[in-house]
């Protein structure tokens, strides 16, 4: 069965940053386009970045654009988020899930705070 193994995240300071993994199992990560999620308390959970399978093809939710990077190893089925420039709005629990499949781990809590 699918398994999603989400890490990386903490305490950083607003402008910090942070590198979470998502380590996935279960499934042909290296043909699926990988999604990364995010839930702020108290509000849904919403998309934060796409990419394709073979890393062709990206997107990003508008206030992450130009400081997060997603990025995947295909060898060793692991997921990457590259956070830049923190803000205190990304605080959140952020998950990784593939696409088209309604599929998740238990997260990763990423809090942004000085």
């Known amino acids: 069965q699918v398994q999603l193994v989400e890490s990386g995240g903490g305490l950083v300071q607003p402008g910090g940053s942070l590198t979470l993994s998502c380590a996935a199992s279960?499934?042909?990560?290296?043909?699926?386009?990988m999604k990364w999620y995010r839930q702020a308390p108290g509000k849904e959970r919403e998309f934060v970045a796409y990419?394709?399978?073979?890393?062709?093809?990206?997107y990003y939710e508008s206030s992450v654009k130009g400081r997060f990077t997603a990025e995947r190893d295909n060898t060793n089925n692991i997921l990457y988020l590259q956070m830049n420039n923190l803000k205190p709005e990304d605080t959140a629990v952020y998950y990784c899930?593939?696409?088209?499949?309604?599929?998740w781990g238990q997260g990763t809590q990423v809090t942004v705070s000085s």
């Open positions: 279960g499934f042909s990560f290296s043909t699926t386009g």
């Open positions: 899930t593939p696409d088209g499949r309604d599929s």
């Open positions: 990419v394709s399978a073979l890393l062709d093809n990206t």
